[in-house]
């Protein structure tokens, strides 16, 4: 395609999501210049104004043009170029929405411009006095920033177009707490700094009560106006949320075909925790086997620094464990650090390292005020989602192929089906290879599972209009009837829960493309399956070109997939292939018969194996017995919902 950078790499100047940015299970993405470090650029703030939304539409109208006038190279270009044209595309076709008033500007509890202004600060390097005055001079621009936001939901609101009331009183709660003394994020940039110079630390200590200010201003804008012309309903209607499913999916679905499948998911994952809990205590409902494991002191932490000290442990063992065992890991994507982030507003999230690498991936953990105690038991399955062999392997092995993708596929291409789906199969994955064998890790994982199946019921039904299950009386959704269908199918605190039933009202599509991308997943690696059948075993593997994909769904990955170099070889199966990882299933310990599995023994204080992982079976392998460890059976077949793109528009 030329140069692989003709191609603007950053086109994502105002919305999320970009790649760096904070994954807060999906969430909230800084609204700056930081993530790729582009010198220059990381004293800004977006242009938040309705002229920078029209501004940021151009510019993708303009590339998209400019695509048409460059010729591919080879097929990573020819990937790049597919990509790139059905990303801008949908970005076209929502902000065209946006700046007719047929839609409103975002504003949402997790992921519009107040949560992406305050994280940003959480990414910026904090080392020397130039950091801390790049910190100071982008802490400057939050109050134009926020200015220019309050503008545009200002010109929203006159064309009848205002986010859902619930969304906009949130926010503001948002915003009053940064404006505030006890939670603001901004307070611990004064903390942090306290090694600076007296000068550095005047000068920030201004930049930050005016930034204080304009969250203080911006929450009374949302309170005295907006909240009074904001419609009392969550639902976005079908035709918008068929336009949200396809941006974070990256495929077009049948909602209602994927509406019951989600109730079906549901049901098997709940069936699967019945079992669990009977291993856990014999007799035990799921609710009385989640207390008993809450209770129990093996699997309790105690204070944010030991909570970060066992995230870091956990991790670092890991990557340990499945370099060479199953991965190539470069050496620069062996290193994630793990942190408690300052903002305190209960998400767990990973943001990716920088394009050099002297900022590692890192794995965060916003702790809500208060939250002392910890249980591994529910959180063993997410480090290994954020981490490896989950984003962290993902997202950094993607940033380190410089040779192969441009910026943009490296740096900003993210698409939350492909990725949040690799993620949770790669939670899947540590089961198949016997991390999660303990039953109180396995009820973790079983109660993320069924959260995010839940999601996907919720999700849909409310924005879509479809009938309520009946275990909530059917009928029309309302927000008591989803509350009754969260609580029933998730075990969290009643703070988290609440905040995630506003996440999925306030955030359309989004919530529901951890567990539909994992379903395109399975239905990808079937069809490799298949396609492995009919291919000559002596044909070279072509799977390299697996390597170079990045975020994106890709026929042409699909093609290179079906060749492998031997009947055992289970690596295209894996779903790193996608990301530049090369999964060496069949290679566990010496004299291993492909495609088996051995059990590593229980280790550890926390129940987390200590012995080096073993091959993936060559069916993925779920938990189908009752009593005692070991028994399993394939995952049932499932029909597949994807109505790919299609012609040269396609990223699915």
Known sequence: MGSRDDVDPHPHRHRPPRR???????GAQPAGGDLPRVPGRDTEIDDLS??????????????????????????????????????????????????????????NVIASAPQAVRDIFDLMAKDTEA????????????PTALEQYRSALRRSAEQGQVAPVRQVRAVAGQCRDQAGDEASSFDALTEESAGQPEAIRTHLASAVGGAKQ???????????????????SDA????????????????????????????????????????TAEQIRPGASVAEAVAVLDEDPGYALEGTEALREWMQVTAD??????????????????RIECMIAPSQTGGIYYTGPSEDFTRPGRMWWSVPKGVTRFSTWRELTTVYHEGVPGHHLQIGQTVYRSELLNRWRRLASWTSGHGEGWALYAEWLMADLGYMDDPGNRMGLLGG?????????????????????????????????????????AHENEESLRFELDRYLGWPGQAPSYKIGERLWLELREECRRARTRTSTSRPSTGGRWTSAGSVWTRCGRRCSASCERPGDDRVLHPGRQHGVAARHGQGRPGARPGTRR??????????????????????????????????????????????????????
């Not at 304009?214 to 009392?232: I, N, S, T």
């Not at 063992?317 to 062996?334: H, I, K, M, N």
């Open 20 to 26: 760096g940015a904070p994954r807060r299970h999906g």
């Open 236 to 275: 976005c209607g079908i035709e918008r949320y068929r336009l949200h499913s396809r941006s974070f999916l990256g495929a077009e679905i049948d909602l209602e075909e994927t509406y019951r499948w989600g109730q079906e998911e549901l049901a098997r994952i709940t069936a699967m925790m019945r079992e």
């Open 317 to 334: 063992r890991a990557v340990a464990e499945l370099t060479d065992s199953q991965f190539d890991v470069p050496e620069p994507v062996r």
């Open 449 to 489: 599972q069924s959260l995010r199946a839940a999601r996907v019921v919720i999700d849909i039904g409310v924005h879509c209009g479809f009938e309520a299950p009946a275990e909530v009386g059917g009928g029309q959704w309302t927000y008591d009837k989803a509350w009754q269908f969260l609580t029933t199918h």
């Open 214 to 232: 304009a969250f203080g201003a911006l929450a009374a804008y949302l309170e005295e106006e907006l909240v009074a012309r904001a419609p009392e």
């Open 599 to 652: 059990r590593p023994p229980p280790g550890g204080r926390h129940g987390i194996p200590s012995a080096r992982a073993a091959p993936l079976p060559r069916d993925r392998r779920v938990w189908a017995g009752t009593r005692g460890a070991g028994r399993y059976a394939p995952r049932p077949a499932r029909p597949g919902p994807c109505r790919a793109h299609t012609a040269r528009r396609r990223h699915t």
């Open 50 to 107: 309705v002229e920078g939304l029209r501004a940021h539409r151009d510019q993708a109208a303009r590339t998209l043009q400019r695509l048409d006038t460059v010729e591919p190279e080879d097929d990573t270009d020819r990937v790049t170029a597919a990509a790139l044209r059905e990303r801008l595309g949908l970005e076209v076709e929502s902000l065209d929405l946006v700046l007719a008033g047929q839609a409103p500007v975002e504003l």
């Open 131 to 142: 950091h801390w005055e790049t910190i100071i001079a982008r802490l400057e621009a939050v």
